[in-house]
């Protein structure tokens, strides 16, 4: 499995579109900093202006954990499209290029090739995720401190005491690693039935932008649908940053989430073992 | 004629005395709470309000005459209701002149207290009406119930221990309105299982309260002003 494993990491991180993920991230990471750093007292200003009319707030709101958790609202919504770059092309690229059939001719089966390329997908998400939380948390920590973490929600706010923080940030991410997973394990699966890459990424992009407006939108016609929607389980990370962390949900969201990832690699494996390959 | 002036006399002290009287304790109870030029206090803050989840800080607590008060969160962030100065009787009272109305007296925990009502002489004053419960023998306030123009009605509890003899009390319970208060819909995705753990809490009674417990003040060892900018 190892070889299998090392020569799928090998083709994942040869391509230099793989790098146009960790550089998107890098970009957008840098620019809400220097935009945080060059003006972020005014942008906190107005986004805690209702709470300011009522509330004296004394301490430093702005600090690396916010910013971190800022980043994190903003880019987990768009990963998804990073993710789906490189897992929906692990079969589809193949059969596109015509080196799928010839993959298969080899003494490996299709189950273990195709859990190879998984896992590489997975290494690739688990990867991606590092790389923006060395960005988002180390980074933002380096440069604007720690503090309390003060969230706003529509129903509440909360503050968490400093040394309170580091431990829900290692959680969340576990979490994202989980839920992005779960994009991968679609893509993947959708890229059992293309030709070529744009098929699967399209409709992965297009499954998941649909079922996040359904999850966002609260109309009570949607809200008997969103907990069978994956995308509502894919921001279970935010149950950690609850005092106290609303554990049951959260774990009930990444049990569904695994769930998923396993419901999508079966199905991946039962079509194309049943497969007549001919590109 | 020397029996209606008798008449007149009597009838005077009759209207004028509780005034006086009430002007004598406000007397008395500024003097205690002058004598304190500044000081800097360590306590420990409690917030309960319904929609928020604060955890208990310990945090300086900070004084200047007349009205200068401020609460810091050493490395962290402190909340609190706006006209949270009112938790600091000194800055409610200390250098500001009033009109004292007597209002009775009341009891309080088997506590006789006198009913003073202060009404501010400054027009452009925020406290409309302040009503304090004042124990005569040591001019201690147990209770301030302030009305302000822009931010409502706030409550002060005190107890009084070490500190007393400063009019500075070991805890303050500070009770505001926050049935008026609305935070706003949330622009990004808010996470259905926060939501639901969320929808089981009580609403509350439409009021929040802020106590502070203090465990130590340094009185009149003077205090920058920048300390309050």
């Known amino acids: 499995m190892w070889p299998l494993l090392q020569i799928e990491l090998f083709k994942i991180f040869k391509r230099s579109r793989t790098y146009i993920s960790f550089a998107a991230i890098g970009a957008i990471v840098a620019l809400i900093l220097l935009a945080f750093y060059a003006d972020g007292n005014n942008y906190m200003a107005f986004g805690m202006q209702s709470l300011t009319q009522s509330f004296d707030i004394q301490g430093k709101v702005l600090n690396g954990y916010l910013i971190c958790f800022i980043i994190l609202q903003t880019l987990l919504i768009h990963v998804p499209l990073l993710i789906a770059l490189v897992a929906g092309d692990q079969v589809a690229g193949e059969a596109n290029m015509g080196t799928l059939r010839l993959l298969i001719t080899k003494p490996v089966s299709r189950t273990r090739l195709l859990l190879a390329k998984f896992i590489a997908s997975t290494l690739y998400t688990i990867l991606l995720l590092l790389w923006m939380a060395l960005l988002a948390l180390v980074v933002s920590v380096w440069i604007f401190g720690t503090g309390d973490l003060m969230i706003l929600k529509s129903t509440e706010v909360v503050i968490l005491e400093n040394t309170d923080v580091l431990w829900r940030y290692f959680a969340a991410f576990g979490f994202a690693a989980i839920a992005m997973t779960t994009v991968a394990a679609l893509a993947f699966f959708l890229s059992v039935f293309a030709e070529n890459s744009i098929g699967p990424i399209v409709t992965t992009m297009s499954v998941i932008i649909v079922f996040t407006i359904l999850s966002t939108m609260d109309i009570p016609i949607f809200n008997t649908i969103k907990p069978f929607l994956f995308t509502t389980h894919m921001i279970g990370w935010k149950g950690f940053f609850d005092a106290p962390v609303s554990w049951s949900p959260v774990l009930q969201s990444a049990g569904i989430l695994l769930l998923h990832i396993a419901g999508f690699l079966v199905a991946t494996i039962w079509v194309f073992r049943k497969k007549d390959i001919l590109s | ?229």
């Open chain 2, 1 to 229: 004629m020397k029996r209606i002036s008798i008449f007149f006399s009597l009838l005077f002290l009759a209207f004028s005395s509780p005034a006086q009287d009430a002007q004598n304790l406000l007397n008395a109870v500024k003097k205690k709470l002058e004598a304190v030029k500044d000081y800097s206090g360590d306590a420990t803050l409690s917030v309960d309000v319904s929609f928020m989840k604060v955890p208990d800080s310990k945090v300086k607590v900070y004084f200047r005459q007349p009205d200068l008060f401020k609460i810091i969160k050493p490395d962290g962030i402190s909340i609190l209701p706006k006209g949270g100065m009112n938790v600091s009787l000194n800055s409610l009272i200390s250098g500001k002149e009033f009109t004292a109305v007597p209002g009775g007296y009341t009891s309080v925990n088997g506590r006789k207290l006198a009913i003073i009502k202060l009404l501010p002489l400054a027009d452009n004053s925020d406290v409309v009406l302040t009503t304090l419960l004042v124990e005569e023998k040591s001019a201690l306030v147990w209770k301030a119930t302030t009305t302000t123009r822009e931010n409502g009605t706030y409550e002060s509890n005190m107890e009084y221990g070490r500190f007393s003899q400063w009019g500075l009390p070991d805890k303050i319970l500070f009770v505001f309105n926050t049935s008026t208060f609305k935070l706003p819909k949330g622009v990004t995705m808010e996470y259905e299982g926060s939501k639901n753990t969320n929808a089981t809490k009580p609403t509350g009674d439409g009021k929040g309260r802020v106590s502070l417990f203090y465990s130590s003040y340094s009185i009149n060892k003077g205090l920058a002003p920048g300390l309050f900018k």
